[in-house]
């Protein structure tokens, strides 16, 4: 269960759809025999995009659970939050 306040999760909801229409897109562009450079072109939007809701899931997760629990005394949040980072930044 998380912290998140219930509108950062209708706005992450909202973005994803967005980008799962991007995504369909894509495929359409594929299956149409759209330019390739085309192509790339939408794809490195979808990963911007995606980019884009991690970095607001993250802070999110930083203020709503790591905080609380630094602020606890809980020495293992730091590792959890490292490890997080790390797998956005792979």
């Known amino acids: 269960m998380s912290g998140r306040p219930d509108n950062l999760s209708t706005a992450l ?3 994803l759809n967005r980008i799962e229409g991007q995504v369909r897109g894509i495929k359409g ?6 330019y ?3 192509i790339l072109t939408q794809i490195s939007s979808v990963k911007s995009a995606i980019d884009g ?10 203020k709503t659970c790591i905080a ?5 005394g809980d020495e293992c949040a730091t590792e959890e939050l490292l490890k997080s980072i790390g797998r956005l930044i792979k």
């Open 53 to 62: 809701v991690a970095k607001i899931l993250l802070e999110s997760h930083v």
């Open 13 to 15: 909801a909202t973005r």
């Open 36 to 38: 390739c450079d085309d």
């Open 29 to 34: 562009m594929i299956e149409r025999g759209e």
């Open 68 to 72: 609380p629990k630094l602020r606890d």
